[in-house]
């Protein structure tokens, strides 16, 4: 009797490997979705594909989020497939947190004049592409001119000027196209606004700065 006690204990208390697919209502993958161990600090990112693969006790529960997508919460109960449909929130967060889906920002700072992508998803999801990553950005956004990826993030300034962001590479004005980064260098992109960008970049940095850093070269 002792022995199936400490069996049925050994058994709960296992981790599996839990797979799945993350997919909207329209039968579409959802990419970036964070998928998140419950009081814990583990968490994974769904790829290109919406798919995820995290490890889980038996007994653990997985908080599905994204921002513009309602927040599932969902018990593992010793499953290791869990495939998720997620529904488009269409109220706007009522909490405190602007949820991106791969990490969190109060609302108060994403009105400050400095915001960085998820060093998580940079490093450990390489499905998610260059402008994917810059999607994550509150008030950010990505336009495309042909092939070419713009960043808008202060709005339509000009009818005529140039109202897309700066972009500073490594410290130097980078004038190519983001499409010829190499994803896997990048170490990190932080997004300056307003008197930050204005007070080290002068004019140039008035309608925003983006700064990316890449992995030195050993």
């Not at 808008?152 to 500073?168: E, F, H, K, P, W």
């Not at 606004?193 to 700064?211: C, F, H, M, Q």
């Amino acid at each position: 009797m002792l022995f199936q006690l400490l069996f049925c204990t050994y058994a709960f208390s296992q981790d599996i490997t839990v797979r799945g697919h993350v997919k909207n209502i329209f039968d579409k993958p959802v990419t970036g979705v964070r998928v998140k161990l419950q009081g814990t600090t583990i968490e994974v990112f769904t790829d290109s594909m919406g798919d995820y693969q995290i490890t889980s006790p038996v007994k653990g529960k997985l908080v599905f989020s994204r921002r513009d997508y309602e927040t599932r919460k969902i018990a593992v109960k010793g499953k290791t497939t869990i495939d998720v449909s997620l529904e488009l929130n269409l109220y706007g967060s009522k909490e405190p947190d602007v949820d991106t889906g791969f990490g969190s920002f109060k609302q108060s700072k994403t009105s400050q004049s400095s915001t960085s992508v998820d060093q998580k998803l940079i490093h450990q999801n390489k499905e998610v592409d260059i402008a994917q990553l810059f999607q994550t950005i509150p008030n950010l956004k990505v336009i495309y001119e042909g092939s070419e990826i713009k960043l808008l993030i202060r709005g339509i300034r000009s009818l005529t000027g140039d109202n897309y962001a700066l972009i500073v590479l490594n410290g130097n004005t980078f004038y190519g196209s983001l499409n010829d980064l190499d994803r896997n260098a990048i170490e990190s992109i932080e997004v300056l606004k307003d008197a930050a960008s204005l007070t080290s970049y002068g004019s140039r940095g008035a309608n925003g700065v983006v700064l990316i850093s890449t992995k030195a070269k050993k």
